[in-house]
């Protein structure tokens, strides 16, 4: 048989496979800057959101580098294995925004749930992993920060008290764990020591609202990416 199956790709991975190419034909040399989110995605006729999962991709393969406030530049040219693991990497991992949106269906009413669950020993796992975050969050320790923060999370989880709630989100959470899902948060959520302090202090502030049984608060607080209020990272 001559004929291979067809199967359906990720946007991204195709995105990434470009930007590959592109560097290896030489049309970007080492140190050299990508074009812009906004290009690439008007160049390609994909979202930016797309172009963002492909440049964490890379980003996490150390073939290119964010610049805070500048853009994105090549640090080495890729061989053709690693245009095919850009590539798996992508395909292999959930899409960071099926991640923010799920948990942002899923973790507003846990933390409603735990607002009316309130015990010491509940409120002590979850202001442990707070304080270690804004130790983190002042040495912008990315790292060790998200490290705390998936604790929190994965502590909210618990505190509902019901391990249906905790086995339906404990998938999820892991995925926080994800390379192109860190990347993606690094460069495109968490920047700098503010954004971080900042979610920070949305985390003690659900933490507040739960102490308080406020779960109105509590829900509204823990709104995902893009809302009002978020502390999904």
Do not use: W
């Given at each position: 048989?001559?004929?291979?199956?067809?199967?359906?790709?990720?946007?991204?991975?195709?995105?990434?496979?470009?930007?590959?190419?592109?560097?290896?034909?030489?049309?970007?040399?080492?140190?050299?800057?990508?074009?812009?989110?906004?290009?690439?995605?008007?160049?390609?006729?994909?979202?930016?959101?797309?172009?963002?999962?492909?440049?964490?991709?890379?980003?996490?393969?150390?073939?290119?580098?964010?610049?805070?406030?500048?853009?994105?530049?090549?640090?080495?040219?890729?061989?053709?294995?690693?245009?095919?693991?850009?590539?798996?990497?992508?395909?292999?991992?959930?899409?960071?925004?099926?991640?923010?949106?799920?948990?942002?269906?899923?973790?507003?009413?846990?933390?409603?749930?735990?607002?009316?669950?309130?015990?010491?020993?509940?409120?002590?796992?979850?202001?442990?992993?707070?304080?270690?975050?804004?130790?983190?969050?002042?040495?912008?320790?990315?790292?060790?920060?998200?490290?705390?923060?998936?604790?929190?999370?994965?502590?909210l989880a618990e505190a509902a008290g019901n391990p249906l709630v905790t086995a339906a989100l404990a998938p999820l959470l892991s995925s926080m764990d994800q390379r192109v899902y860190r990347e993606f948060t690094r460069h495109y959520y968490l920047?700098?020591?503010?954004?971080?302090?900042?979610?920070?202090?949305?985390?003690?502030?659900?933490?507040?609202?739960?102490?308080?049984?406020?779960?109105?608060?509590?829900?509204?607080?823990?709104?995902?990416?893009?809302?009002?209020?978020?502390?999904?990272?």
């Amino acid at each position: 048989m001559t004929f291979k199956k067809v199967r359906p790709r990720k946007i991204s991975a195709v995105a990434a496979e470009q930007i590959v190419e592109a560097i290896q034909r030489g049309d970007y040399a080492i140190g050299s800057k990508l074009p812009s989110e906004f290009e690439l995605a008007e160049l390609m006729g994909v979202s930016r959101p797309s172009i963002r999962e492909a440049l964490s991709a890379l980003q996490a393969m150390e073939i290119i580098e964010s610049r805070p406030g500048s853009g994105n530049y090549v640090l080495r040219k890729p061989s053709s294995a690693d245009e095919s693991d850009a590539v798996h990497l992508i395909e292999s991992e959930t899409g960071c925004l099926e991640v923010m949106e799920a948990r942002g269906v899923l973790e507003p009413p846990v933390a409603s749930l735990v607002a009316g669950k309130v015990e010491a020993e509940m409120l002590s796992a979850l202001r442990e992993p707070i304080d270690e975050m804004r130790t983190y969050a002042a040495e912008n320790n990315f790292d060790a920060y998200f490290d705390a923060d998936k604790r929190f999370h994965l502590a909210l989880a618990e505190a509902a008290g019901n391990p249906l709630v905790t086995a339906a989100l404990a998938p999820l959470l892991s995925s926080m764990d994800q390379r192109v899902y860190r990347e993606f948060t690094r460069h495109y959520y968490l920047r700098n020591v503010e954004d971080l302090q900042h979610v920070v202090d949305l985390h003690h502030e659900i933490l507040s609202a739960i102490e308080a049984n406020d779960g109105e608060t509590a829900f509204a607080n823990t709104m995902p990416a893009g809302k009002p209020r978020s502390i999904v990272s």
